[in-house]
Nanobody, 115 residues
Framework: QVQVVETGGGLVHAGGSLRLSCVAS????????VGWYRQAPGKQRELDAR???????YYEDSVKGRFTISRGSAENTVYLQMNSLKFEDTAVYYC?????????WGQGTQVTVSS
C-alpha cells in the first residue's frame, strides 16, 4: 500500500504563487507516476499535471506555463509550483500516486485564490 499526504494549500491573491507538496510512504518503489488533480465545487476531479518515474511530464493546457511539477531530492516527494494563480484555480488539490495495483489518493489540500 501507499499513503499520500498533500500540504501547502492556502489563501492567495490572484497573481500569487503557492507550492504544494506530496509525500508518499509505504510501498513507494511500486509508484510509476504521480499526478496533481484539482476538484472545484460541483465539478469533477481533473488532472493538472503528472510526472513519471522517468521524469516525463504532462500538463493540462490550462496550467501550461504557470504550473511546474517536479521531484524533490527525496524520491518520495513531488511538488507542484503554481505561479500566476487565477481565481478559477480555486479548488481542492489532490495528489495521486499510481502503482501497478491502482491509484492512491491523498486527502487533498484547499487552494483559494481571491480575485
Amino acid at each position: 500500500q501507499v499513503q499520500v499526504v498533500e500540504t501547502g494549500g492556502g489563501l492567495v491573491h490572484a497573481g500569487g504563487s503557492l507550492r504544494l507538496s506530496c509525500v508518499a510512504s509505504g510501498s513507494v518503489l511500486y509508484i510509476n507516476a504521480v499526478g496533481w488533480y484539482r476538484q472545484a465545487p460541483g465539478k469533477q476531479r481533473e488532472l493538472d499535471a503528472r510526472i513519471t518515474n522517468s521524469g516525463n511530464t504532462y500538463y493540462e493546457d490550462s496550467v501550461k506555463g504557470r504550473f511546474t511539477i517536479s521531484r524533490g531530492s527525496a524520491e518520495n516527494t513531488v511538488y507542484l509550483q503554481m505561479n500566476s494563480l487565477k481565481f478559477e484555480d480555486t479548488a481542492v488539490y489532490y495528489c495521486n500516486a499510481r502503482a501497478y495495483w491502482g491509484d492512491n489518493w491523498g486527502q487533498g489540500t484547499q487552494v483559494t485564490v481571491s480575485s
